[in-house]
């Protein structure tokens, strides 16, 4: 090939080059030491003298058009890349911005909060337990002795002890005896928390589930004070116009024994299938407490009287929201938990 159609081919490649690689191997290949302007050079040496010097002024002007071009080609690359990286980093201040997922309250701690807001207002502080109990508390202290066949009624998980039997709680009662034992009356605390029971799991029934304990006790607390306390707490928390309904009950702790239902807020008391056409919904059980209670934590139940509640939370927050599964509050399903998010600005 001539000098000249080895120059046109160089330059015709330098223009198809677009990056730093390619510039790299474009002037290893022609401007290098081994490249096709040395080797070039190399083959002076065989010309005759008088053709030397001619070819030889001829190969530099090549060589330095050669650099010129490699030059120029250089920066138009860098200016190309440039304008590359900058077209792909630029931002569009006229876009939306990205909204991030925001978390919120679990409907169950958003119920837990509301309810021991509304107890706080009626005057009840808010004190919690420890979940795994002695059987002491869960059970002998609150009137249950063993081998009495009301210790079957919790599915008690127990846990594995020597020294003492020791339970997951099965319910928040315990800690009735726990405040007692720590404090004298006037008593006015709530109790929310866990509890576990070794239940099969359906539609209606987990193996761990929510409680509020509530405890009053003072001198001339009467069976009127449980029923107007729960009654105003009905109100509140399923609308004003709510009418409440005491039946008897058996709970080993308290004496008399009691369950509160409300009429249904779904049909307001005309039957649904809610309330399987009842009319009435059942929400807590309560009564006042047993004078063996009051005896073995130290009050004098002659001077000293008091009532006492339980509720599920899962419960309430069904019936309150219409869910229709107590697993979905445990499956972490967002679909479900998301609609209990509050509406967001
Ligand atoms: N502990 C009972 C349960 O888990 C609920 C209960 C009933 C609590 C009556 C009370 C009460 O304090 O007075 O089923």
């Known amino acids: 090939m001539s000098d000249e159609a080895t120059i046109r081919a160089a330059l015709a490649r330098l223009e198809t080059v677009h990056d730093e690689a390619g510039l790299a191997a474009w002037h290893r290949d022609v401007l290098g030491r081994r490249g096709s302007l040395s080797e070039a050079l190399r083959t002076l040496g065989s010309l005759p003298e008088s053709e030397r010097r001619q070819a030889g002024q001829r190969l530099n002007t090549l060589k330095a058009e050669l650099e010129a071009a490699f030059a120029a080609r250089q920066e138009a690359v860098r200016a190309e890349l440039l304008d590359h990286r900058l077209a792909g980093e630029g931002v569009d201040v006229t876009l939306p911005g990205r909204r991030h997922p925001l978390g919120g309250l679990h409907p169950l701690t958003a119920m837990i909060r509301e309810v021991t807001d509304i107890w706080a207002h009626l005057g009840f502080q808010t004190v919690e337990g420890p979940e795994v109990e ?45 405040i007692m034992l720590q404090q004298q009356p006037p008593v006015r605390v709530v109790v929310p928390g866990r509890v576990y029971r070794y239940e099969a799991q359906d539609a209606t029934h987990e193996w761990h589930f929510h409680q509020l304990e509530g405890l009053a006790v003072d001198r001339h607390i009467t069976m009127a004070d449980l029923r107007g306390t729960l009654a105003e707490f009905a109100r509140q928390i399923f609308g004003a116009e709510r009418k409440v309904r005491f039946r008897c009950d058996y709970f080993p702790f308290v004496e008399p024994g009691v369950d509160m239902s409300i009429d249904c807020p779904f049909c307001s ?12 919904i059942e929400i807590l059980g309560a009564g006042m407490v047993h004078p063996n209670v009051l005896r073995w934590v130290g009050y004098d139940p002659d001077v000293y009287s008091g009532w006492a509640f339980g509720m599920g939370f899962e419960r309430l927050t069904m019936l309150k929201y219409g869910v229709n599964d107590i697993r979905a509050f445990f499956s972490n399903d967002l679909r479900f938990l998301g609609q209990f998010q509050r509406a967001r600005l």
Not at 271 to 279: A, H, P, Q, V
């Open 134 to 178: 002695l059987a002491k508390y869960s059970f002998d202290m609150l009137n249950i002795p063993k081998d009495h066949p009301a210790r079957d009624v919790w599915d008690t998980i127990h846990i594995e002890s020597d020294a003492a039997e020791i339970t997951l709680r099965p319910h928040t009662s315990p800690m009735q005896v726990r």
């Open 269 to 280: 008391g005309k039957g649904c299938r809610i309330c399987k056409y009842s009319g009435w």
